[in-house]
């Protein structure tokens, strides 16, 4: 099931600290949030991306 995941949600699930994974985000190196209100301050994370992308990263970290 997918869930939808928080700012502190997703910090927690990745590992990185907050400052970090500003960095990714800045860099467009993570996936974007959805928007789920106009003022843009409400967004969330599907579970699924976040675990691609978690995926992702593990495989690149083993062929490096």
């Known amino acids: 099931d ?3 995941l928080s700012a502190a949600d997703v910090v ?3 590992g990185l600290p ?3 994974w500003y960095g990714l985000r800045d860099r467009r190196e993570f996936p ?3 928007r ?4 843009r301050r ?3 994370w599907p579970s ?8 992702e990263r593990r495989r690149e970290g083993a062929t490096a």
Do not use: K
């Open 2 to 4: 997918v869930q939808l």
């Open 12 to 14: 927690r699930g990745i």
């Open 18 to 20: 907050r400052s970090s």
């Open 32 to 34: 974007e949030p959805l």
């Open 36 to 39: 789920l209100s106009s003022n």
């Open 42 to 44: 409400f967004v969330v």
């Open 48 to 55: 699924d991306q976040i675990d691609a992308w978690l995926r």
